[in-house]
């Protein structure tokens, strides 16, 4: 058997990388028996066919096995995720920081490793996105400043992408496919202007596919999102996905404090002295509250 990845899914055929290879796999039925459907990104034990069932562009196989995944998302539904590129512009389409820190929230609860990439910096002026690049960075996230048209820091990126499962992320406009096509030569994704985008109404519905690197590795282009829901998140471990509050975890008076309104809370008391940015304390409050009323109804 050959061991290889599932890259994309199309009318009830799977297409695995194996060896710099694409097979044509039929899975097994044993798999729809236990109630496991095939995802991008598994890990799967495929035999051969014989030379007749394969056609001009793929040689046929069978996925034999799924190998143990090590995550896997719901959106987009993927597994086996090392890390997560959250991509914003510094000039068009505005840098929204609620959006950005509710992608590092979904990212967190999956232990997916996040970095930060503010991309468009040969149309933006630093003094308007250097405090973006402080307060993350004193968080303690990667926060990779770039031009994917400029080509300026693209290999402070590409360096992290060798040999990983990578999902690209963010919202529409902010240069991802772009991105991937300078860091994939030849690649050829789809890539639009913001505003005609908008006009046109082009909502390109695209499957999910993993996009194999020459250099070892897959990326994942997703379809922008102009707004995120904290899905399958719960209340009580939203402060575990502030990366900040870490350190101050168990110092609070109360067990399980929520940090919201008990006394002697110590994140409180970092907020007071400066420690955590009031701007992330309140999307916390605010999405606890969200989160709270979700529960209630
Ligand atoms: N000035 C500038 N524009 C860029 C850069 N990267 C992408 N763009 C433009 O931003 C628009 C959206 O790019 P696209 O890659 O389609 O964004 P996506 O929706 O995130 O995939 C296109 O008009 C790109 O030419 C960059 O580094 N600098
Ligand atoms: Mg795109
Ligand atoms: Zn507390």
Redesign the pocket.
Same mark, same amino acid.
């Given at each position: 058997m050959v061991q290889g990845t599932i890259i994309k899914g199309i009318a009830g055929f799977y297409y695995v990388e194996a060896n710099q290879t694409i097979y044509e796999c039929k899975a097994r039925g044993i798999f729809r028996k236990d109630n496991i459907i095939p995802l991008i990104g598994d890990n799967v034990l495929i035999t051969l066919m014989p030379e007749e069932n394969s056609n001009d562009k793929y040689q046929a196989a069978v996925i034999e096995e799924i190998l143990d995944r090590k995550n896997s998302l719901i959106r987009p539904p993927v597994s086996n995720v090392d890390q997560a590129i959250v991509?914003f512009?510094v000039?068009y389409p505005e840098l929204h920081l609620d959006l950005l820190d509710r992608f590092l929230i979904m990212i967190e609860k999956e232990n997916i490793i996040p970095y930060i990439v503010l %991309? /468009?910096?040969?149309?933006g002026n630093e003094q308007n996105y250097r405090y973006v690049i402080d307060r993350y960075t004193k968080i303690g996230y990667d926060v990779i400043c770039?031009?994917? /048209?400029?080509e300026?820091n693209i290999e402070k990126l590409k360096e992290k992408l060798k040999d990983k499962t990578t999902v690209f992320a963010? &919202?529409?406009?902010?240069? /991802?496919?772009?991105?991937l %096509?300078t860091i994939e030569k030849g690649l050829g994704?789809?890539?639009?202007?913001?505003s005609? /985008?908008i006009k046109r109404g082009k909502h390109t519905t695209r499957h999910v596919e993993l996009i194999p690197l020459s250099m070892g590795g897959f990326v994942l282009?997703t &379809?922008?999102f102009t707004s995120l829901q904290l899905e399958g998140v719960e209340k009580d471990d939203l402060k575990y996905y502030f990366k900040e509050f870490k350190e101050f975890e168990g110092q609070c008076k109360f067990n399980g404090c929520s940090h919201t309104h008990e006394p002697g809370c110590a994140v409180k008391k970092a907020l007071g002295e400066g420690l955590i940015f009031e701007e992330r304390y309140a999307n916390y409050i605010a999405y606890y509250n969200q989160l709270q009323d979700v529960r209630r109804w």
């Open positions: 991509v512009s000039t %991309n /468009k910096i040969d149309a770039l031009s994917a /048209k400029k300026i963010g &919202p529409s406009g902010v240069g /991802k496919s772009t991105l %096509n994704l789809e890539t639009g202007a913001v005609d /985008k282009d &379809p922008g």
